[in-house]
């Protein structure tokens, strides 16, 4: 009923930040819960981040070590993704996703319903 679209990935050196977008349409995300997750290849999705309807709350996962916020403009249906102090083990494609309701775990990608395509983060030199 959502749909997403990530943008702002890109090449990054070792310490740098960068920033992503998740654009939604179709209908307002303010009904959603909104997650990122990342994948490499070969190795299996992680949860990265994710926000409450109002984005008052957010979750992060151990794997980004405080470094990366996420945040949930409602009125420009919009999710950020502010990575900050990236590593080279960050270098992954990363997905926005959307959950109209969290049963049990807002870590698990199997709660999330409509994924966008991703975008690449490459962390390197």
């Known amino acids: 009923q959502v749909q997403l679209v990530e ?4 090449l990054v050196q070792p310490g740098g930040s960068l920033g992503l977008s998740c654009a939604a349409s179709g209908r307002t ?25 109002s984005g008052n709350i957010r979750f992060y996962g151990d794997i980004v070590k405080g470094r990366f916020t996420i945040s949930k403009d409602n009125a ?4 950020y993704l502010q ?3 990236l590593k080279p ?21 199997y709660e999330y319903d409509y994924w ?10």
């Open 89 to 109: 083990e960050d270098t992954a494609v990363y997905y926005c996703a959307a959950s109209e309701t969290i049963r049990t775990n807002v870590r698990s990608d």
């Open 116 to 125: 966008g395509p991703g975008t690449q983060v490459t962390v390197s030199s």
């Open 29 to 53: 995300i303010s009904v959603y819960n909104i997650g990122w997750f990342r994948q490499a290849p070969g190795k299996e999705r992680e949860f990265v981040a994710a926000s409450s309807r």
């Open 7 to 10: 943008s702002g990935g890109g």
């Open 83 to 85: 990575m900050n102090s």
């Open 76 to 79: 420009q249906n919009t999710v």
